[in-house]
Each structure stands twice: as C-alpha cells, then as structure tokens.
C-alpha cells in the first residue's frame, strides 16, 4: 500500500495497520536544501526541490505544498513582513477603518498564486502516485481578521451584521482557493484556521459553522476529501468543527488527542496531530520524538481514523533527525515503542524569576504566545495587547513571552500557563486561548489601576 492509498483508506475509515504520517514541514522545507523562508515562498524550483526533499528524508505519506496564511491576505491588499526563519506574517489590514465589503476575488493569476499552481503541478507529476497532496489556505475567520485586524473581535460583540457580511466575503475567498487547489489535482483540500479557537462556541455557531458546511461540501461534491485545521486549544469547539462536515480535523498540543479523538469518533471524523513543536520538535532528542510519536499513538484505542502530524507548522530550525524520528515511529512503531520502552522525555527546566507581582509600580500586562510573528491568534492576542499600551501609554508595561527559548518555556511552565496564547495581569490569567476585546481588556487594566 502507498503513503497515498493508506491516506484515502484511513479518510474513507478503513481498518489500517498503521496511522498516517504528513510532516507540516512549511518553511522547515527549504532550511534542508540551504533557503530561508524568504527564498522557498517566492521560487518555485526552490520550494520544488525542497518538498522533493521533505519527500526523500520523512517518507511521508501525505505531503504538504506551502503552509503559509498570509498568501490570500497579500493578494487582498494586506502589507506582509518577510521573515528569514518563519512564515511571513500581515502587517497592515485594509479594512482597519472602513466597513467595506472587498469584491475583489483571488484569480490564478494572483499575487503567488502561479508559484502555488506551478509547485502543486511538478509535485503531483513527481509524487502523487504514491503520496497524498495536501493543499492549505487560510480559513476564512482567520482571513477575516487579516482584513479587519484587532477590530474585528470588538464587531464580533457590537457589529455583528458586519461581521455575517465581512465572513460571507472571506467564504466565497475560501471556496476559490479551494477550487484552485482542486482543478489542479490535489488530494486533501485544508483550510487552516488559527483564529477560530480564541472565540466561544456561541461566536462558532453564529459566524463560522455554516460557512465551513458550505466550504466542506462544495469539496465533498467534487469528490475530494478535505481537512478542517486549527491551531491552538480548540478543546471546547472540537464537537461543532465535526459537525461542519470535514472528512478530518488537525489540532496542535494544546489539545488532549485521546479525549478529541473521543470526540471525532463519534462523528467518524479522522483526526491529526499534535507532536508538541518546540518542547519536543525543535529542543527535544531523537528519543523524545520517538517517545512523544509512540505515546501519542498508544493514547488512543487503534490506528482507525488517526493521522500523526506535526501540531502546526514545523519549526524552521527543527533538526533534522528529529523529524526523521518521528517517521520512523510511525512507520515502524512495534520497534520503536521497544527502544523507548524505559526512556523517559527529557524536561526542559532551567532557573527564572518571575517579577514580585505585589510591589509592581504600575500595572504589567504580560502576554505569553507560541510566537505573536509565526502564529495568528498570538499575534492578534499580542494585537490587543498592544492596543492596551497605546491606550494607557506609560501607565502600564506591557511583555511578550514566546514560547521558543528554553528560558521562556521555563518562565511558562514556574508561571503555570496552561493554554497558548493566555494574557496575564499583574500575575493573573485573565485571557487563556481567547482573543479579548479591546474595551474587556481596558476595564480589567482599569480596575487594577
């Protein structure tokens, strides 16, 4: 059986011998042949050789094109900031002060999308006889508030007509993006969709459920498969992502996979993930990867309905023997599980201080994040921090920890943060994996003051 044919069985809930395996490597794919992220977004050949690489090291079963959710926001008329070791990320938002509804659509002619078309074609000439092609776009909230930006949690409460309007728009977007993908072959079409775990499940029901049925039935009736993915602690919402009609789900590490997976059951809806990205990925060993990738499996009852992922785009500096660890558990997981028989994962503690919260001299805002440049719900939670700042200027100091040095992780593990992105006061959660608006934020830092 190929990578490809184990993909279609386990979306169609076939009995398998083992899960799948689709490494996220994104801009990870060009660090292997020498390019940065810059490079490998805006080149073809680069991005081609790189994924022939992907192919050639993690014998993945299921390969992912471009992991990048700024590409339909640049077309859009957002401004976007490259970065070197990351996926670039929105700088500007167009609809920041207007109420517009965009009638622009995103052609093949569009912004990147001939590389998109071009890469999507040489790869399925390559290896998509043998390996499923997994086309990604941004969802269409987390496109929404690329658009709006940090307003667009406050119309969620106080313009809620604006907001059906503005996610009809950034839907009919989505379901481009998706016939792009699938008028060029691919196999699995994916929105991806960070935003969507920062709002409440009332929030899920009224803006994005029947956007998502639409988005996974127009995919459906063309007779590929698709993937709802979203990144952060989507715990509260996994039922009603379900119930949208994906043929699987893809979370990260902030959720329980066996529990989700309880879930997804009951839907028969696959489900991937979540190898934790920087604890074990990027800072962990070859045998912490190995372990996490058999723990990970062996939490759940059966390989029916279970692909193993990455739980979001991988690190660009993730080594490459870790990667190769985690296929290798998947593709032979009886021989791993007995190398890590005894093996326990590494802990990653070193010495930090947190601040004496009760001799603060003014209020302190700390907001701890996966990565506020890489990661879309930290960077608008990191948004409206900021926001606060210029509200109160030097009344209140404002910091972010990213969760991507040993010295921060240490400083979230003393602080007790459970979730990322969660916005702390004076040592308080006040936010955890939910955006706040702006005037929420403003009267809890009032309080304080």
């Known amino acids: 059986m190929t990578g490809k044919e184990l993909i279609y069985a386990i979306l169609r809930h076939e009995p398998v011998e083992r899960p799948g395996w689709i490494p996220f490597a994104g801009v990870h794919a060009g660090r292997l042949k020498g390019y940065d992220a810059e490079e490998v977004y805006q080149d073809a050949d680069k991005l081609v050789e790189s994924l022939m690489e992907v192919h050639k090291l993690y014998s993945p079963d299921g390969l992912v094109l471009l992991f990048d959710l700024q590409l339909e926001a640049e077309i859009l008329g957002c401004d976007i900031k490259w970065e070197k070791n990351a996926p670039p990320s929105v700088r500007s938002h167009p609809l920041s002060s207007s109420q517009e509804i965009p009638v622009k659509k995103i052609g093949k002619a569009d912004g990147r999308m001939p590389l998109v078309l071009d890469v999507t074609r040489r790869m399925k000439e390559a290896v998509g006889s043998q390996t499923a092609l997994y086309g990604l776009f941004c969802g269409p909230f987390t496109l929404a508030s690329h658009l709006r930006g940090t307003k667009f949690f406050r119309d969620l409460k106080q313009q809620p007509e604006y907001v059906e309007k503005l996610m009809a728009y950034t839907t009919e977007i989505s379901l481009q993006m998706a016939q792009h993908y699938l008028d ?13 775990s920062q709002i409440s499940q009332i929030y899920f029901a009224q803006y994005v459920s029947d956007p998502y049925t639409a988005i996974f039935n127009a995919i459906r009736e063309q007779g590929a498969f698709s993937s709802f993915f979203v990144c952060g602690n ?7 992502m379900c119930q949208t009609g994906p043929d699987s789900l893809s979370i990260d590490e902030n959720v329980d996979l066996a529990r989700a997976k309880e879930v997804t059951d009951r839907h028969n809806v696959v489900i991937g993930g979540n190898i934790p990205l920087t604890t074990i990925m990027l800072l962990g060993s070859q045998l912490d990867n190995i372990k996490m990738t058999i723990d990970l499996i062996d939490s759940v009852d059966g390989t029916k309905n279970l692909i193993i992922a990455p739980g979001c785009d991988m690190p660009f500096a993730t080594p490459i023997e870790n990667a190769i660890a985690v296929s290798h ?3 032979h997981t009886d021989k791993a599980r007995e190398m890590v028989a005894n093996y326990e994962l590494s802990d990653i503690d070193v010495d930090v201080e947190l601040p ?3 001799q603060l001299k003014k209020p302190l805002l700390e907001a701890f994040t996966l990565d506020s440049t890489a990661c879309a719900a930290c960077t608008y939670m990191w948004g409206v921090a900021q926001e606060a700042k210029k509200h109160f200027g030097d009344a209140i100091d404002v910091v ?7 010295e921060n992780i240490a400083r979230i593990k003393k602080t007790g ?28 830092i009032e309080e304080v003051l």
């Open 417 to 444: 943060v459970a979730q990322l992105p969660s916005l702390y006061l004076n040592g308080q959660l006040k936010y955890s994996s939910i955006i706040p608006h702006l005037d929420d934020l403003i009267r809890e």
């Open 184 to 196: 060029a072959g691919v196999d699995v079409v994916v929105p991806v969709d960070p935003v969507v």
């Open 400 to 406: 972010e920890y990213r969760y991507n040095t040993v």
């Open 356 to 358: 004496d919260y009760t």
């Open 234 to 240: 989507a715990t509260h919402i996994i039922d009603l």
């Open 329 to 331: 558990a998947v593709l």
